[in-house]
């Protein structure tokens, strides 16, 4: 059974780092794009970045690049993401999400997401 | 990059059909057809409905279309039933620099 499991959320400073786990398991994350997308509260869905399935290529939106980083330990087959210099408008629900076999444009297994907030 | 733009809210009776829009450009929803629609049920992992503009997920109802006319694409639910209810969101490829973007989000109330 595919699944997703977002880890490492909590609060934390403004300016300060935090580095969110993504746990595959039923597949492995060397075969797929994996995506992180946000959500601040009682906002909508913001995409944050991909690595691709191969490692080779990776991707940010224009309000995390130079920030936050994507990698990924396929020993562990976990997707991870760094947060770094965090500000208050980064206060979110982080998901991650796995792309759909055969294609490269859409999510079909997310997980339920991890609550970070950046508060003093 | 802003949001494709969605109305905020949507509704519709038991067994009634609704449709849901979503506009961007040329460099997104009217450049590809590359679109997709999650449905979004608070608190629950986001679900994908339909992919590049027009193809259901195996196990997705076939209440639920989609389609793309210009810049702007559409998801069409028939026969709506209570389930339904929830939050709505499109998403586009882009050739911005983000080169993913989503709609603004729709509710979906099932009166």
């Known amino acids: ?120 | 990059q802003s949001a494709l733009t969605q109305p905020a809210s949507v509704s519709g009776s038991p067994g009634q059909s609704i449709t849901i829009s979503c506009t961007g450009t040329s460099s997104d929803v009217g450049g590809y057809d590359y679109v997709s629609w999650y449905q979004h049920h608070p608190g629950k992992a986001p679900k994908l409905m339909i992919y590049e503009v027009t193809n259901r997920p195996s196990g997705v109802p076939d209440r639920f279309s989609g389609s793309k006319s210009g810049n702007t694409a559409s998801l069409t639910i028939s026969g709506l039933q209570a389930e339904d209810e929830a939050d709505y969101y499109c998403n586009s490829y882009t050739s911005n620099n983000t080169l993913y973007v989503f709609g603004t989000g729709t509710k979906v109330t099932v009166l």
């Open chain 1, 1 to 120: 059974q595919v699944q997703v499991v977002e880890s490492g959320g909590g609060v934390v400073q403004p300016g300060r780092s935090l580095r969110l786990s993504c746990a595959a398991s039923g597949f492995t994350v060397s075969t797929h794009g994996m995506h992180w997308v946000r959500q601040a509260p009682g906002k909508g869905l913001e995409w944050v970045g991909i690595i691709s399935f191969d490692g080779s290529s990776i991707h940010y939106a224009d309000s995390v690049r130079g920030r936050f980083t994507i990698s990924r330990d396929t020993s562990k087959n976990t997707l991870y993401l760094q947060m770094n210099s965090l500000r208050p408008e980064d206060t979110a629900v982080y998901y991650c999400a796995r792309e759909r076999p055969g294609g490269w444009s859409d999510f079909d297994h997310w997980g339920q997401g991890t609550l970070v907030t950046v508060s003093s």
